[in-house]
Nanobody, 119 residues
C-alpha cells in the first residue's frame, strides 16, 4: 500500500520561513504530478503549488515569489519552501500525489500539517 507522510509544519512569526515535506512510500512504479494544497480554518481547500514529472511548476498568485515547490525523485519526496510568511498563509497544508501502481494511475493525499504564522 501507499502512504504519504508530511512533516515540517509549525509555528513561525510573520516574515519567517518554513519548509514542509511529503514523502511517499510503498509499492510505487512512478510518480506524476505532486502538489501542495492548503485549507485555512473554516475555508475551502485551495491549490498552492504543483510540479509535474518534468519539473514544470505552477503557483497560486498569492504565493508567487515567496514559495518554491521542488521534488526529489530518489527520495520520492516533494517540498514546499515557504519564505516571507504572512498570517494569511496560516492553514493546514496537504500533500497531493498522483502515482502509478501496476497498470493504473492513482491519487493520494497526505494527512496534513499545520502551518501557523503569528506573532
Amino acid at each position: 500500500q501507499v502512504q504519504l507522510v508530511e512533516s515540517g509544519g509549525g509555528l513561525v512569526q510573520p516574515g519567517g520561513s518554513l519548509r514542509v515535506s511529503c514523502a511517499a512510500s510503498g509499492s510505487i512504479w512512478s510518480i506524476g504530478v505532486m502538489a501542495w494544497y492548503r485549507q485555512p480554518s473554516g475555508k475551502q481547500r485551495e491549490l498552492v503549488a504543483r510540479i509535474d514529472s518534468g519539473s514544470n511548476t505552477l503557483y497560486v498568485d498569492s504565493v508567487k515569489g515567496r514559495f518554491t515547490i521542488s521534488r526529489d525523485s530518489a527520495k520520492r519526496t516533494v517540498y514546499l519552501q515557504m519564505n516571507s510568511l504572512k498570517p494569511e498563509d496560516t492553514a493546514v497544508y496537504y500533500c497531493y500525489v498522483t502515482l502509478r501502481r501496476g497498470a493504473t494511475w492513482e491519487t493520494y493525499w497526505g494527512q496534513g500539517t499545520q502551518v501557523t504564522v503569528s506573532s
